[in-house]
């Protein structure tokens, strides 16, 4: 047999027959070239980690061209692209046409779900075995379907409620939990501190064994001690929840001991139903650093790149000094708290990320990580606010989708005072079309009484923040990733109040009118001056500031008075600010006929999935919304609108 090396495999298959040395040195090359590759491009480190043995072991013990594999979040699927035939692709992770970084089935047969939301594999994964069921030829096996899940994904509700159904239909399932006792921070919930529980007795498990055979070959005490020795199966047995259940579970399990998992996978493969292996591993396993802190280690970024030139640094240095929107909401919220006792702030499972990490510390009696429970966080809010506290629910636009009809029900429907904050609504960059949030004002919209709003800059983020405290009702506001300076245009004493549905004009115009939302001001702003340094043409430019209620009387008043109207979201195309605007005028119609002429040029995410890129900048030009692709567009338009108007 050749010698098995990590940058000649060409397919899983070829693991087959290796001794357990063999495959333990593949792993050593797999964690060093982790480190090498996912260094340079940024990416999950922590995660991937520690699944190298697992995977490895999944790999030599299943044919997953035939049996499916599925990863939860899929962040963990990078020694899985190693070993199916991606290596090469590495310098490219995460780039610009190059390789995801997660499982996308439009790059590999062995990737079976794109994804990038946690909590469902094992759903999924019973799905699949569902329909494979009586698929194999006559004397085969069916096909096995595995769900590798870690501990934070193991506790989100949908994974108990594929568990639920696939151990009442005795699925052909392996779910894998990857037990490294931490999400992107540390795991939390009861279901947290079962699992450690699990770990931390398994020397009284030894001892419960052994006091059972010791028992078994005492005959006086025989059969009651059966029934003693069922009690302390209940204490000291490991997974005996599950067991419960029609779960058979096996565990803990060292998850970095190669031999012993493919022993424990093999084993399993012989139990009819669904099995549940407990691995127990280290999250950043090879990684010094990661240390007693993991989350430094889930993602990382790219190093910086080669220091700007001098030129460049002195032209940016008498640029506004830009923060993140996070970072931005994150100090808001915490001054928020500081005037207002009432205010409560709710994560599910990213106090970093959302920017609650401060608050958490200043505040830890007001604030509540719910692990990855999006439904749970949300109802959680509404429940909150009904008797007096005024949640705010840092929450990323995407995963909002999981606690969608929560929002309808426990807030909206009962017209409560919660307040979303969406962070990551937009174009992610990186992370690709599992994280882009485009969808939220399309979603939320439709709820009568919701309040929609996006800041263009720091001051409003914290001007609208402090007006959803006061106006009350459900409020949802947007940001994407992204920096944003503290001020753009006048400053805060002499901006209009922040009464919803109301806009700002921020630049005088002849010709027509732009309504820009959120993030997007800055970059319309920057169009106009474009379009009137090419043309002379000059359009007027209002922040939006609201998707819900819109600013009816500034958009019939610019659409009457210019013939033409343009509007710019970073948001899918359908059912966000453009539409929103394109019904207002379409309602105008039959009562305000000097609108119903009215041209609306809107700038939007188009109606496909965008893929990962290595900037948001590239992203948004690619959807023609950059400043430049802005200006030339609103140059045609205009230009054609005048020669129409000439024409009649
Ligand atoms: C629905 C949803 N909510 C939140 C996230 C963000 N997220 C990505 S990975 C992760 C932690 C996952 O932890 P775990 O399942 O234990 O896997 P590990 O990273 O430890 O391997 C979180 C919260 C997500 N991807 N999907």
Not at 607 to 614: A, E, L
Request: charged share 20%; hydrophobic share 40%.
């Amino acid at each position: 047999m050749t010698p098995l090396h990590l940058a000649q495999l060409r397919s899983p298959q070829e693991l087959q027959g290796r001794s357990p040395e063999e495959l333990e040195a593949l792993c050593a090359e797999i964690r060093n070239a982790l480190l090498e590759k996912v260094f340079n491009t940024g990416g999950h480190l922590g995660s991937n980690l520690g699944v190298i043995e697992l995977t490895v072991a999944l790999h030599y013990t299943f044919d997953f061209l035939r049996d499916k594999l599925v990863f939860d979040v899929s962040h963990q699927c990078y020694p899985h692209k190693m070993l199916t035939g991606r290596y090469e692709g590495f310098p490219s992770l995460r780039q610009t046409d190059g390789m995801s970084g997660f499982a996308c089935r439009k790059e590999s047969p062995y990737d079976v779900l794109t994804a990038g939301h946690a909590g469902t594999a094992i759903s999924f994964a019973a799905g699949l075995a569902t329909g494979m069921k009586g698929s194999a030829p006559e004397g085969e096996e069916d096909p096995w379907a595995v769900a590798l899940v870690g501990d934070a994904g193991f506790g989100a509700g949908v994974s108990f409620e594929g568990l639920n159904q696939a151990a009442y239909n005795h699925n052909r399932m392996l779910v894998i939990l990857n037990d490294n006792e931490w999400s992107i921070a540390r795991s939390v919930g009861a279901l947290a501190r079962y699992l450690s529980r699990i770990r931390s007795s398994r020397t009284l498990h030894r001892t419960y064994e052994k006091l059972r055979s010791l028992a078994h070959s005492l005959p006086i005490v025989g059969s009651r001690m059966e029934e003693v020795g069922e009690v302390i199966r209940h204490v000291l047995i490991p997974g005996h929840v599950f067991e419960e259940l029609g779960v058979n579970y096996i565990g803990p399990l060292d998850g970095h001991d190669i031999a012993g998992t493919i022993d424990a996978l093999e084993r399993a493969k012989r139990i009819p139903g669904v099995t549940l292996l407990h691995f127990l591993t280290e999250k950043g396993k090879g990684y010094a650093p990661a240390g007693d802190d993991p989350e430094r280690a889930h993602g990382i970024s790219p190093p910086s790149k080669v220091p700007a030139p001098k030129v460049v640094e002195e032209a940016a240095s008498e640029e506004a000094p830009r923060r993140s929107f996070t970072q931005i909401f994150g100090e808001a919220v915490c001054a928020a708290a500081e005037r207002d006792q009432r205010i409560h702030a709710i994560t599910a499972a990213m106090p970093s990320g959302t920017g609650l990490s401060a608050f958490a510390e200043k505040f830890p009696e007001r604030f509540h990580d719910t692990g990855i429970t999006e439904q749970h966080a949300v109802a959680l809010a509404g429940g909150m606010a009904t008797v007096g506290k005024r949640p705010v629910v840092a929450i990323y636009s995407s995963f909002l989708q999981r606690g969608y009809d929560q929002v309808f029900q426990e807030v909206a429907l009962q017209e409560e005072d919660v307040i979303f904050c969406l962070d990551r609504a937009g174009l992610v960059g990186q992370d690709g079309p599992t994280h882009m949030g485009l969808y939220d004002m399309a979603y939320l919209r439709p709820f009568p009484g919701m309040i929609l709003a996006s800041p263009r800059d720091g001051a409003d983020l914290e001007r609208m923040l402090q007006a959803g405290v006061e106006v009350g009702g459900p409020w949802a506001l947007r940001w994407p990733r992204g920096t944003t300076p503290d001020e753009i245009g006048a400053p805060t004493s002499l901006r209009p109040v922040m009464e919803p549905g109301t806009a700002e004009l921020l630049r005088a115009g002849d010709c027509g009118a732009v309504f820009a939302l959120g993030a997007m001001v800055e970059i319309a702003l920057d169009a106009a001056a474009k379009l009137q340094r090419a043309t002379g043409l000059e359009v007027a430019v209002y922040d939006a500031r609201f998707c819900k209620p819109i600013d009816r009387d500034a958009i019939l008043g610019a659409a009457a008075q210019y013939g033409w109207v343009a509007t710019v979201e970073e948001h899918a195309s359908s059912g966000g600010f453009g539409s929103a605007v394109a019904e207002c005028l379409a309602d105008a119609s039959t009562t305000h006929p000097r609108t119903a002429s009215c041209r609306i040029s809107r700038h939007a995410v188009p109606d496909r999935f965008i893929d990962h890129m290595t900037t948001r900048d590239e992203q948004l030009a690619v959807c023609g919304m950059d400043a430049a692709s802005l200006a030339k567009s609103w140059a045609d338009s205009l230009s054609l609108s005048k020669q129409e108007s000439l024409r009649q």
